[in-house]
């Protein structure tokens, strides 16, 4: 099947390129009431799949409760705040950053650290909140960190478990994520539900503590301007986490869900696509819409940006 185009960019009123992509958003009752393309044909979530993975991560004995989890299940910048909330969660272990599997990486905007004489370091990497939980919960089932990013250690193998009861789907194939933790391909439409399950979840479950952790501190989900932090701050309740190569789910607080993947992994697809989506739910307003506004490298005006294209009736 081939993807219809769902974004168009748009240049001094030429149609200058377009986006071809699928989504999906599921009704309260987990229905599917808006789609485009194949949404049963398995992805790769890529950092979509975090809150997802977090949910796996909460764990008794690990201290992760609202910045820390919140971090565990976000793609930080690398800031001071996000760097001491990642620390907190490996001296609880009695481990350091030299523990961490995370390529190096520089902050972002990395400007400033560079003219302070810094250098890229792997807890800056935007998933070391992630790992560093993985690692924490090795040492608290005592399971060796050694090889924690293996496919078949104890702390992926829980994960994997994790994501394959939320989307109500076997892993379809196993990848390597960017930061060397296996990424398991899912549907759109099984990537939605699990956003609906962690969305919906009775009080006092890992995945509500999810849920709330992200929702109270969306800064350490994506930094103080990311697209999610800013779309978190803007719709109250509403949980928002996005990936590479053009991934984005959202989940209301009554449970409708939205799953999308731009086939051409262009992320300034995802914003105008989820603003018409949010529009036909009913959230709508100028601050969403500045939110999801996506601008032309060198617009001269409003019009010069990229606009959702798929009839949303």
């Given amino acids: 099947m081939d993807s219809p185009v769902i974004a168009e960019a748009v240049r001094s009123g030429f149609v200058e390129s377009r986006h071809r992509g699928a989504f999906v958003v599921l009704d309260t009752d987990g229905s599917p009431t808006l789609r485009a393309g194949d949404v049963q044909r398995p992805v790769f979530p890529r950092s979509s799949a975090k809150p997802l993975q977090a949910v796996a991560l909460v764990h008794p004995v690990v201290a992760l409760a609202g910045q820390t989890l919140a971090i ?15 620390r907190e969660i490996l001296r609880a272990a009695g481990l350091d950053e030299t523990c961490l599997g995370t390529p190096a990486a520089l902050p972002w905007p990395p ?14 990497m935007n998933c070391s909140g992630q790992h560093a939980a993985m690692l924490a919960v090795c040492v608290a089932e005592g399971w060796t960190t050694e090889g924690y990013l293996r496919p078949g250690h104890p702390v992926q193998l829980r ?8 989307t109500g789907e076997r892993t379809a194939h196993l990848g390597v994520d960017g930061c060397g933790v296996p990424v398991p391909a899912f549907s759109l439409l099984g990537l939605a539900r699990a956003f609906q399950r962690l969305a919906t979840a009775p009080a ?16 350490f989900v994506a930094g103080t301007e990311g697209f999610d932090t800013r779309l978190m701050q803007t719709v109250p309740g509403l949980l928002a986490k996005s990936g590479a190569e053009g991934m984005q789910c959202v989940a209301l607080p009554d449970g409708r869900a939205l799953a999308l993947s731009v086939e051409d992994g262009a992320r300034r697809a995802v914003g ?18 500045a939110v999801c506004r996506s601008r032309l490298p060198g617009a001269k005006t409003d019009a010069d940006e990229v606009r959702a294209t798929v009839a949303l009736s």
């Fill in 111 to 124: 400007e400033p650290y560079l003219r302070q004489g810094g250098r890229a370091r792997s807890i800056l």
């Fill in 272 to 289: 105008p696509v989820v603003a018409a989506v949010l529009r036909r739910l009913g959230i709508a307003g100028p601050e969403v819409e």
């Fill in 204 to 219: 006092g479950t890992p995945a509500a503590e999810v849920a709330a952790a992200m929702i109270a501190h969306p800064r």
């Fill in 72 to 86: 565990t299940a976000g793609s930080h910048e690398g800031q001071p705040y996000h760097v001491a909330a990642v």
């Fill in 159 to 166: 994960v994997r478990a994790a994501l394959e009861e939320l």
